[in-house]
Each structure stands twice: as structure tokens, then as C-alpha cells.
């Protein structure tokens, strides 16, 4: 190996530059020593190349995961929960009627390019999504804009406060804002590198972005001035690592210490001491659309019979090799407080199905059904397709299976199933457990509406609910509001619910105090490696 | 000769044009749309039309094609959406990335296909001959993409020789060790078929030339066996064996593809099947365009080698 000057890596310290140096040396002699990420440096295999680091211009979960560590909100998910608590903001207020909020700035705080974090900082960041007047606004697109729609102005009330005014009550918005669209980003940064700020992120979180080679990693360093503690680790690298079989050979040959997702069927080879396996239901709902406008499903009875016939307990323990759990109902259990505790899922029922659709007068149902091939969160949907056609056409359905790729499926499903299908599966994961139900089971959100009703349900109680409790902002109200919606929809049953996605991830033995947050979120921050 | 390379230049430049049309109308005719694969769960008609506005693809299929194609011809290939980033750059890189995967793999499976080839032909039904040929039915029969998994499990994982994936090590030089620790592997998953082909054709193309007259006097004038086969023969044979080499080196660099999402090499391959999957138009077009150019080029280079040795073929 001849040696010019190595490339160091700015700011990594000589200590990872020296270990950088050995890990190169036991490439160069093969067989001599596995292959080590270096001590306080923890390398993440990831799903995906990121689009981006502006967290305004991003929807992938991928990309999350890196803008988690680099970035804050003005509030977070409290850890473990999807409650908000403070984070940028130290506290707030909210008016009356729910349409103003009022926040406190944390003093003393940066972003890593040194300007200070402050209130017109926050301006700043909202007016670039929402304005299309404001002169950065050109640096998106910004695709969850809508997130904060109801936001009508921010303004700055002094230095260390910033009130937003609301078209109307939106009990969201502070979910939304412990979003990754809320995080905020350094306003001088984007004004010195413009539509490049993407490749330059700055922003106030535990990590400070270092470079991002394309196609092989980004590195983040640890920002020893945190405003909540300075992290353990010393730098991050995340290698985008595509396929999953190559992502859990890496993970076994040593070239990554924290390998996302998991395929279910490699679960195994992380059995033993060497390893840790995470696991962590999420707010995720795998369901499958039934058709009540035509067809068999327009019958109650035989949407029952569906949720009856199909044995969840098989599919989440055989085909999804207990990855995720049976879901109950529309809101998925990591809503802790929101959640329905009472609502049992449907049990695998084979005679109370055959009698349902008996009742209804339908012994053979033909059923049209959409399946396809992959898709965000869809987990392993043609081997769950064919499980379920199995389940119904045991109680007597008679079930056709299509398939598609993931966005030519969504083409056909999201305009609506009518004429083309009788059930379709879906996935959604969401911050709120306002967003499903409010996007796909309202009447207003039929897809000749601009929703995802695409079963055409409708029932003028659950719609009332779930105005109401868009509008309260009390935590208690909505809860009580959102278990009330959770009963109808689990007895009118337009859906058989089927599965809440546990995510997973593995860690090696030199990686600790790691834990997955229901937010899906990887947070690195007490994260130390040896 | 320089009118006929001229000649096949201009023959080009409909095909070129042909495939920029077809690649568009592809991209506008599938279903599934940028936006929807951008928003996923969030793609209501509303936000679907602001992210196309953003994008410019609200505008007449004919003005985006021509404004696509004016673009192009001025070296503006348009910014990826998917990766925020110019796809002339990404095209280019990942072009080189592909090129090295493949040229090493084309080199590979040159070498030791002819010279699999020859020797066979030269021991024709001999223990060499027989254990070559064995050895090519195992090569040709193995997928690409299951011989490199295999190679992962078995050097990578289990004995640590190389590593698993990727072009460069993530932290220490990026010098040539580097590089060609990084290559090993998916260079031979992704030679083994090619070279097993090769050495049949060259088989036979050899047993062909080897029964020839102009042989047998090379023979008679007491020229070493060595140099009757390797200088004589071998000649002859190429004028044969270099199509099929033109057709090999479009086949790795096809077959790098599946190499190169096995080994998550950095290359266009691998590029395009994600610029596909999440419907980034520009990149996918911009991409395809480049290939299709250089293959294009690339067959004729092929024919005027062929033209050099054999002047027959210059009409």
C-alpha cells in the first residue's frame, strides 16, 4: 500500500483517523482480521440513498432517519411515546379557541454554522414552506407543505418568541410540528448555499454534518455544544445499502453496526450473543379496503365475514415471522393515548363467517382483489395476498388476485376501487391519530374529494367525531372522541384490519444504549459504541 | 476507412433519435407518476398538482419532449428530482463506475475465455478439452446474481477476504488496493457466464480454422505447434470470435445490473432500477439516452476492428 497524505476526514479526530488507517490496513491484507468499524464511530446501514438533508423538502422515513440526529423542532416525541414535549420551544400557549399558539424560545442555543437560534429564525423557516412570495421559497419543492396549511402567519413576538395564527382549530399541529416537515434549519445557511442547502444542511441537533460522498455514506460528527448533552458517539455514518440480503451480509461480515429493517427471514442468523434484535410497533396500520359501494361488501354481514375468515394470527407469526402484531382496529396501539383499549381484534372465526354469509344470502361471493408487489410499509404483501385469498375462499369467497407494482397500484387504488375491485391492501404510517381515519374514512374524503376513501365508507358519526376532535384541543376530549370513532368503525367494518408493523432493527455487541421510538425516528444521540 | 466510419457515424443519429422518443413516450405512458411515488400515502389530486407544477410536467407532452430534447443537445440534462442533484453528474459517475465494474469484467472473460477456448480446441477431445468444457456448462448455468450472493456468503462472510459490498472502503485511501479489493468479486460473478460463452465460440471457431489448408503448410514448414495454434490459427479464429466478443461486452454490461444490486455497486445499472422504481423521468431518460449512445458507439467500433482484420467487410 503506497501512502500519500491520507484524506482525514474534517474534524473526525485522530483517534477515528488512526482506527480509519487500521481498518484500511486489514482490507489491504485480506484474512489477517475481520473487517471493525472503528471505536465511537457507528456506521448505520440504511434502506436508501437520501434525497435530501432539508428536512422541508423530504417524505421518506430513510431520510428521517439521518435528519433526526441533525436537526430539532420546537417540540419532539417525548422518548418511548408520540407525546410532545419540549424541545427548541421550552413551553407554549395555546389561545382559547385553539387558534393560537404561542411559543417560548430556548435561549443561548446555535446552529452548527455558528448563527443563533432565535425567533425570526423560526419565521424564517415557515414563510420558506408556506410563502410562495418569500425569496427562498424556490428552494424546494416542499411536498408536506399541507402539513401546516392551517397556519395562516408566523410572526415574531420578540427575540425569544414566536406565535402562529391558525385559520382554525387544527389539534395536529403540534404532532406535526415534532415532525420531521417542523424541524428547523439555519436560516444563513440556506441563504449562502440557495437550492444546495440540501447538500449543506445546518441545522441546531446533536450531530453536525460533515460530507456525503453520493452513493456511498453520509458522515455527521457529534456537536459537543448540544444543547440537551453533548452525544457519546463521535460520528455517524450512514451507508445506503439497497438490498436487503447485501445489507445483512455487511451486518454479518462487520461493515455495519446498526442495520435498519430487518427482512423477517434473516431475523435468525441475529440469534446470539453477538447480536441485539430491537423491536418496535409503530403507528402503522396494514388493512385491507373493502368496497361498500358495490359488490358483496356493500353488505355488512359479509365485510364481517371477511374480518372473521382471515386468521391474523397466522399471517403476522408465519408470514410475517412476528414482526408485527394483530391490529383491532383503525388506530394502531402506538397511539397510546388515543387507542381503544376495549376493541378486541376480529378472532379467526370460520363459522361464524360461513354464517354471516349465509345471513347476507351471498354462499360464493366473487371478489376482485388488489395486491402488490412492495411498497412503503407493505411489508410482504404478495405472500400476504395469497394467505388471505387462501382464508376466504375457505369459508367459500371465490377471490381473483391482481397484482401490481407499487405505483401503478397506487394509481388504481387511490382513485377509488369502484369497477375494478371489491378489497385492495393498503398501509399507512402516520404522526396523528387524526390523519388515517380523517384522509380514508370520511365522507368528505372520497376520491372524487381529494381523499383516500377509496371504499367509498361513510357513516355521519364518525364523520362528526372526527370534526370534533380536529377542533378540541384538549388531549382528553380528543381521546375520548377517537375511541368512540374506533367502536363504529370496528362494528360497520369497512376494512379488515389486519397488522401494526413492528419495526426492527439489529445492533452488534459494541453498540449500547440503542432503543427504536414508536415514532420510527433513529435517534442516535445516547447512543455510545466501543 | 474514414468514409466508412463516417458513413456508420451518421447511420447513427436516427437510431439515437428513435430511442429518445421511445424512452419518453415509455416514461409518459406507464402508469404511475413522480408525485404519487414522492407523496405515497399523502398523494390527494390537490398535492399531485402542485408537485407537478413544481416540476414542469403540468405542460403538452410534445413541448416537454422537445424541451427536453433542446435541452439535451445543449448538455443540459435536467436536475433528478429523486436525487436533488444534476443528472448529467450522477449519469457520469455512475457511467464510470459501470464501466470499470464491466471493463474489468469484459477483460476477464476475453482473456480466459479465448485462451479456454484454444486450449480446448487444441487438446479437442483430449482431459484439458474435457474438464474446459465441464467447467463452461457450470459457468453458463449459473445466474449471475445467485454465484454472488454465494461469493458474499462464502468470502465475504464466512472467510473475510473481501468485503461485502460497495466500490470503496468507508473510511481509510481510495487507492487502487482499495479499489480492486472492493472489484474482485463482483468482477468475476459477472464474468463467469460471458467467459464460459466465449470459450465455446472460440472452441469452435479454432476447430474451424484449424482444418484448414494454410494450417496444415504452416505445419508442413515445421512451424513449432505453439506458434501454429497461438499465432496462426488464433489470428484467423479472431475474425470470428471479435463479434461475439461485441455482443459479450453488451451482455456484461447488461448482466452488471443484477451485480451490481448484489453488491450495491455505485453503478448506472443500479441507478436505473431506482430511477424506474420511484419514477424519476429525467433520470431515467437522461440514463438511457447516455447507454443507448454509448452502445451504439461502442457496435461500431466494433465493426471497424472487424474491418481492420478483415477488409472484406468494408462494401
Known amino acids: 500500500m503506497s501512502k500519500t497524505n491520507p484524506p482525514m476526514r474534517r474534524g473526525w479526530g485522530r483517534g477515528a483517523a488512526l482506527a480509519g488507517a487500521l481498518a484500511a490496513l486489514t482490507w489491504a491484507l485480506p484474512a489477517t482480521a475481520p473487517a471493525q468499524t472503528p471505536p465511537g464511530v457507528l456506521v448505520v446501514g440504511q434502506i436508501a440513498e437520501p434525497k435530501a438533508l432539508d428536512p422541508a423538502a423530504v417524505t421518506a422515513v430513510n431520510d428521517f432517519r439521518i435528519l433526526m440526529n441533525v436537526y430539532d423542532g420546537l417540540v419532539r416525541y417525548a422518548d418511548g411515546t408520540l407525546e410532545v414535549e419540549p424541545a427548541l420551544a421550552t413551553d407554549w400557549e395555546i389561545s382559547e379557541d385553539g387558534t393560537e399558539y404561542t411559543f417560548s424560545l430556548r435561549e443561548g442555543v446555535s446552529f452548527h454554522d455558528g448563527s443563533p437560534f432565535d425567533a425570526e429564525a423560526v419565521v424564517f423557516n415557515f414563510e420558506r414552506m408556506l410563502n410562495e412570495d418569500h425569496p427562498f421559497h424556490d428552494t424546494g419543492p416542499f411536498p408536506l407543505a399541507f402539513f401546516f396549511s392551517a397556519v395562516e402567519t408566523v410572526e415574531a413576538v420578540d427575540d425569544m418568541t414566536v406565535r402562529f395564527t391558525l385559520s382554525e382549530p387544527y389539534a395536529p399541529f403540534l404532532s406535526n410540528l415534532a415532525y420531521p416537515t417542523g424541524l428547523i434549519v439555519s436560516p444563513a445557511a440556506v441563504e449562502e448555499h440557495g437550492a444546495d442547502f440540501a447538500r449543506n444542511p445546518s441545522g441546531t441537533g446533536p450531530f453536525r454534518f460533515v460530507e456525503w460522498r453520493s452513493n456511498e455514506a453520509v458522515v455527521v460528527e457529534a456537536n459537543a455544544g448540544y444543547w440537551d448533552g453533548a452525544p457519546a458517539l463521535q460520528a455517524v455514518v450512514f451507508r445506503p445499502i439497497t438490498d436487503a440480503n447485501t445489507r445483512t ?218 370534526e370534533e376532535a380536529r377542533r378540541a384541543t384538549d388531549q382528553d376530549t380528543r381521546a375520548e372522541l377517537y375511541k368512540r370513532m374506533q367502536e363504529i368503525v370496528h362494528e360497520d367494518a369497512p376494512w379488515v384490519f389486519v397488522a401494526n408493523w413492528k419495526q426492527n432493527a439489529v445492533t452488534n455487541d459494541r453498540v449500547e444504549g440503542f432503543t427504536l421510538q414508536p415514532s420510527f425516528f433513529l435517534l442516535l444521540d445516547d447512543v455510545a459504541k466501543n | 476507412m474514414g468514409r466508412y466510419i463516417l458513413g456508420r457515424l451518421v447511420s447513427a443519429v436516427p437510431v439515437l433519435f428513435g430511442i429518445t422518443v421511445i424512452v419518453f413516450l415509455i416514461m409518459a405512458l406507464i402508469p404511475g407518476d413522480p408525485a404519487t411515488a414522492i407523496l405515497g400515502a399523502y398523494a390527494t389530486p390537490e398535492n399531485v398538482a402542485k408537485i407537478n407544477r413544481d416540476l414542469g410536467l403540468d405542460a403538452p407532452l410534445v413541448l416537454r419532449y422537445f424541451n427536453w430534447l433542446g435541452n439535451m443537445l445543449t448538455g443540459d440534462f435536467g436536475t433528478s428530482f429523486s436525487l436533488n442533484r444534476p443528472v448529467l453528474d450522477e449519469v457520469l459517475e455512475r457511467f464510470g463506475a459501470t464501466l470499470i465494474l464491466a471493463g474489468s469484467a469484459f477483460v476477464l472473460c476475453a482473456v480466459f475465455g479465448i485462451a479456454a477456448g484454444v486450449v480446448s480446441a487444441a487438446n479437442q477431445y483430449g482431459a484439458a478439452d474435457k474438464a474446459i468444457t465441464f467447467a463452461v456448462l457450470l459457468g453458463i448455468s449459473i445466474p449471475s446474481f445467485f454465484l454472488g450472493m454465494m461469493m458474499i456468503l462464502g468470502f465475504a462472510v464466512t472467510l473475510r477476504w473481501f468485503p461485502v459490498s460497495g466500490m470503496w472502503p468507508i473510511y481509510g485511501d481510495r487507492d487502487l488496493w482499495a479499489l480492486l479489493d472492493h472489484l474482485a468479486m463482483p468482477a468475476v460473478a ?98 438511457v439516452v447516455f447507454v443507448a449512445a454509448c452502445y451504439v458507439l461502442f457496435n461500431i467500433a466494433v465493426d471497424v476492428a472487424q474491418s481492420l482484420l478483415d477488409p472484406r467487410i468494408r462494401t
Not at chain 1, 371478489?367 to 375457505?394: H, K, R, Y
Not at chain 1, 404510517?429 to 381529494?450: F, K, S, V, W
Not at chain 2, 514448414?221 to 501454429?228: A, D, L, N
Open chain 2, 190 to 287: 459477472l464474468a463467469v457466464v460471458a467467459t464460459g460463452v466465449v470459450a465455446r465460440l472460440s472452441r469452435s471457431a479454432m476447430l474451424e480454422v484449424l482444418r484448414q489448408d494454410f494450417i496444415r503448410t504452416a505445419r508442413a514448414k515445421g512451424v513449432h505447434e505453439r506458434g501454429v495454434i497461438w499465432r496462426h490459427a488464433l489470428r484467423a479464429a479472431m475474425v470470428s470470435i471479435i463479434p461475439v466478443l461485441g455482443i459479450q461486452a453488451g451482455f456484461v454490461l447488461s448482466g452488471a445490473v443484477y451485480i451490481e444490486i448484489v453488491f450495491q455497486w455505485p453503478g448506472i445499472g443500479r441507478m436505473l432500477v431506482n430511477a424506474i422504481l420511484t419514477r424519476d423521468i429525467l433520470l431515467v431518460q437522461g440514463g
Open chain 1, 249 to 466: 451480509a455487511e451486518m454479518l461480515a462487520g461493515g455495519i453496526d446498526l442495520m435498519v429493517e430487518v427482512p423477517p427471514v434473516a431475523l435468525s442468523e441475529f440469534e446470539g450473543d453477538s447480536y441485539t434484535v430491537h423491536e418496535q410497533a409503530g403507528p402503522h396500520l396494514w388493512f385491507l379496503i373493502l368496497n361498500t359501494k358495490e359488490g358483496p361488501f356493500a353488505e355488512k354481514a359479509v365485510r364481517q365475514a371477511a374480518n372473521y375468515a382471515i386468521d391474523k394470527t397466522a399471517l403476522v407469526e408465519d408470514v410475517l415471522e412476528g414482526t408485527a402484531e394483530v391490529a383491532a382496529g383503525p388506530t394502531p396501539p402506538a397511539f397510546a393515548w388515543a387507542h381503544n383499549e376495549a376493541l378486541e381484534p376480529y378472532p379467526h372465526d370460520p363459522e361464524r363467517a360461513r354464517a354471516l354469509l349465509a345471513e347476507a344470502g351471498l354462499e360464493n361471493p366473487e371478489v376482485t382483489f388488489f395486491v402488490t408487489e412492495g411498497g412503503s410499509g407493505m411489508l410482504d404483501p404478495v405472500a400476504m395476498g395469497t394467505a388471505i385469498q387462501a382464508d376466504l375462499e375457505a369459508v367459500g369467497f371465490d377471490v381473483a388476485i391482481e397484482t401490481y407494482e407499487w405505483n401503478t397500484f397506487l394509481g388504481e387504488v387511490n382513485p377509488g376501487l369502484e369497477g375494478k375491485a371489491d378489497m385492495a391492501e393498503m398501509a399507512w404510517m402516520t404522526n396523528d391519530p387524526d390523519t388515517l381515519p380523517y384522509l380514508a374514512l370520511r365522507t368528505e374524503a372520497m376520491p372524487d374529494q381529494g381523499g383516500f376513501n377509496s371504499g367509498y365508507y361513510s357513516n355521519a358519526e364518525v364523520d362528526t367525531l372526527l
